[in-house]
């Protein structure tokens, strides 16, 4: 089993930036993939990004390219999501996830542990 804590959310202003860390537990860590999604009420989860076991791949969706950043520490047991410029409608809770395969991984089902999430919370 892993346990996925998500930390660092909040509410901040149009154009700022948060740090949202997500700790494992167990001694695993690094066979997972990871990855972060979202999710508003009345709306499905979402796909934000994700990062190969090894952090030496990485994806992201259009809507957040070139404004967020996944990276991960396996000695810390630890993945993190950088967000920046950030955007009334990136407003939501975030998910830290961890799947069994080796490279990024899109699909919400094929991941197997999830976080109880954070709130991001972006004024305008």
């Known amino acids: 089993q892993v346990q996925l804590v998500e930390s660092g959310g909040g509410l901040v202003q149009a154009g700022g930036s948060l740090r949202l860390s997500c700790a494992a537990s167990g001694r695993t860590f690094g066979s997972y993939a990871m990855g972060w999604f979202r999710q508003t009420p009345g709306k499905e989860r979402e796909f934000v990004t994700t990062i190969s076991r090894s952090g030496g791949d990485t994806y992201y969706a259009d809507s957040v390219k070139g404004r967020f950043t996944i990276s991960r520490d396996n000695a810390k047991n630890t993945v993190y999501l950088q967000m920046n410029s950030l955007k009334p409608e990136d407003t939501a809770v975030y998910y830290c996830?961890?799947?069994?395969?080796?490279?990024?991984?899109?699909?919400?089902?094929?991941?197997?542990?999830w976080g109880q999430g954070t709130q991001v919370t972006v004024s305008s």
């Open positions: 996830a961890a799947s069994n395969f080796r490279f990024t991984v899109v699909q919400a089902g094929l991941y197997d542990y």
